[in-house]
């Protein structure tokens, strides 16, 4: 995925078994804000399941894996399973060749649902069964979304639930200075039409609202992509979003083009961008958001994702000197709620067992998310969780968004042919930036579509 960052590049793999209570990141029973009655509950009801093994296969490498085992340490001391995790480089590859050579692992956790469409039209998912879709679609945020995302066709043509989400990630942020906002009275917008009132009273007061930034060496362009995907969200039903990942809805139909217009309206008015607009597609997108802290500020707003603020100055203290709010709906479509663009992993059982199914029930309780929460890069849509053991207040308000959402979509352009999503989007959009009109800029990526074989 485009904006994921995987470190090391050898397959790695942890043995965790004979897991002690002394061994757990945080002792059982020591800290109110852990629901530990969720974790002897699971324990009291999996206690026969000593000398089993169970293999998983999932994204998570370095530091990521690390807190992984953190949280399957639970499981296995819980259980007295024995639970080998591994990772690949080169993972979305790996689990097809496994799977077609009849080796697969117990568990795969993946961050594509494609993928597991097509593994689940071959046979080689396991249905978790309707119950358990139901329980999402109950206990979390826009569980239908969740839902949605874990149902597929199986080998029979039969929709079925198939893949359990577990951990989520956030795009509809926009960032800015509160210090900034407090010194010219500028207020939190809760709508579109705020927003481009506060762009407006920005540059009636001298100042220039946004940094945006698309540079991204090959991947130029990209940027531009999750602005089009969130206003599509906003101005369109969710049905409309998934037809046009899938080229049902055409790239160059009005409704799209109507969103790449949208983007146009902050990114191709020059009192809007620092730099004009000619350094839009020319600013990297890891040093836009600069603009933010500089005196006096270049900016006072900058739109990407949760991991931005890895590219702040260094000091910035989140909540303090930077802070963001939600990319806001329309006032105007109120039925279409409050959409969230993101993404996230889902597991789903390739070899069938009762560790492996044991595994999936010990995903649901609480305590098998608040242990990575109470770290670092995690993020739930689970509403059963406790938000106080989320590590920090930034976390805990994107927390809050996830689970307040009406709809929750993945990255569109992720969900597109690599051709076009990694390819003839991100050109497009830096053609449209370039002066080239959003009808045109459509236009080619339709035609760039219509080319695959």
Not at 336 to 365: C, H, M, N, W, Y
Request: aromatic share 14%.
């Amino acid at each position: 995925m485009k904006k994921s960052f995987l470190v090391g590049v050898a397959m790695v793999a942890l043995m965790a078994g004979a897991v002690s209570a002394a061994d757990l990141k945080f002792p059982p029973g020591t800290d109110s804000k852990f629901d530990w009655k969720s974790y002897d509950d699971f324990k009291a009801a999996h206690a026969d399941l000593k000398g089993e093994t169970m293999t998983i296969f999932g994204p998570w490498r370095g530091e990521d894996e690390a807190l992984f085992t953190s949280v399957l340490n639970y499981f296995t001391e819980a259980t007295g399973v024995t639970a080998k995790y591994s990772s690949s480089e080169n993972y979305e590859q790996q689990i097809v060749i496994d799977t077609q050579a009849g080796s697969p692992p117990n568990i795969a956790i993946l961050p594509q649902p494609g993928l597991f469409a097509n593994l689940a039209s071959k046979g080689y998912l396991t249905p978790l069964g309707d119950d358990l879709g139901k329980w999402v679609k109950d206990n979390y945020g826009a569980g239908d979304s969740w839902v949605s995302y874990g149902t597929y066709k199986g080998k029979d043509g039969k929709d079925g639930f198939y893949a359990f989400p577990y951990k989520a990630d956030l795009k509809s942020l926009v960032w800015y200075s509160p210090e900034n906002f407090q010194e010219a009275g500028y207020k939190v917008p809760t709508t579109m039409e705020d927003l481009m009132k506060l762009t407006d009273q920005i540059v009636k007061d001298g100042g220039v609202p946004w940094c945006i930034g698309l540079g991204s060496g090959g991947a130029t362009g990209w940027p531009a992509t999750d602005w089009v995907e969130d206003l599509m969200l906003r101005m369109n039903p969710p049905q409309d979003y998934d037809d046009w990942t899938t080229n049902k809805l055409k790239f160059n139909d009005p409704k799209v083009v109507a969103a790449i217009e949208e983007f146009g309206k902050f990114a191709k008015n020059a009192k809007y961008v620092d730099g004009g607009v000619a350094a839009v597609a020319s600013t990297d997108f890891r040093d836009s958001p600069k603009g933010l802290f500089a005196v006096p500020p270049k900016c006072y707003l900058h739109k990407q994702a949760s991991f931005i603020p890895s590219f702040f100055p260094q000091g910035t203290k989140l909540g303090q000197d930077a802070d963001f709010f939600y990319f806001p709906p329309y006032a105007s479509h109120p039925e279409l709620g409050k959409p969230v663009e993101g993404a996230g992993t889902l597991a789903a059982i390739t070899k069938d067992s009762k560790a492996a199914r044991a595994f999936i029930a010990f995903l649901q309780t609480p305590i098998a998310q608040e242990v990575w929460m109470a770290q670092s890069g995690f993020l739930t849509p689970y509403k059963g969780v406790n938000t106080a053991a989320y590590a920090n207040d930034q976390l805990r308000k994107e927390g809050d968004i996830l689970t307040s959402a009406t709809t929750f979509r993945f990255d569109g352009s992720d969900l597109m042919p690599g051709k076009i999503g990694a390819g003839a989007f991100w050109t497009g959009m830096v053609d449209f930036v370039g002066g080239k009109s959003a009808q045109a800029s459509a236009d080619d990526i339709q035609k760039a579509w219509d080319g695959i074989k």
